[in-house]
């Protein structure tokens, strides 16, 4: 039996979610689906090859989301975007250490502070280990798409590095409200 629970930032993102991995599900190759057992609002159960139910559990934030829930995979959804993030880490974290499982952070970010900043300042001591994806990562994009992409938001001089960072550092250089000289 598997358990996976994605955290999301609130309920609409949460349905949404589900929604997605059920239009995957029905796309995938009959030999790869597995039998569904049950289909609610935040929650698919599939059985395994051995019979066993193994769940996938979506929830959005709050400061009690995860906790007394045993799962083998924790995912955060956009991390850096949940008020409570810390606070829920910290509550799957002893479900997590008994399964034997392990937490995935995913977020873009939304500057130098919060969780998620700290989770990756500290990591790989904290145990968790820091991939970074830029905006050269998608093979449709080169240097001819990002100038265009920065000549159309050349009001916001923060957009580029927000939404579309080359490192992690310029990633993490984004605030609200700062101050950035003109272009």
């Not at 995979?73 to 975007?81: G, M, N, P």
């Not at 977020?107 to 001591?125: E, I, K, M, N, Q």
């Not at 968790?128 to 938001?153: I, L």
């Amino acid at each position: 039996m598997f358990t996976a629970c994605v955290i999301q930032q609130n309920k609409d993102y949460a349905r949404d979610f589900l929604r997605r991995i059920r239009f995957v599900y029905k796309r995938l190759p009959a030999w790869l689906q597995r039998p569904v057992v049950s289909d609610s609002r935040f929650e698919l159960t599939f059985l395994s090859t051995s019979g066993e139910e193994n769940v996938l559990r979506v929830i959005a934030g709050g400061d009690a989301a995860g906790r007394s829930l045993t799962a083998d995979l924790t995912v955060f959804d956009e991390h850096a975007r949940i008020p409570e993030a810390q606070s829920m880490r910290d509550g799957c974290e002893p479900a997590l250490e008994v399964a034997k499982g392990q937490c995935i952070i995913l977020s873009t970010s939304v500057g130098p502070h919060g969780d998620f900043y700290d989770v990756w300042r500290l990591a790989p001591a904290n145990g968790y280990e820091p991939v970074f994806f830029g905006w050269r990562e998608r093979p449709s994009r080169d240097e001819a798409w990002y100038a265009r992409t920065a000549e159309k938001h050349k009001s916001n001089p923060s957009y580029m590095a927000r939404e579309y960072p080359s490192s992690a550092e310029e990633a993490f250089l984004y605030a609200r409200g700062k101050v950035l000289p003109r272009l």
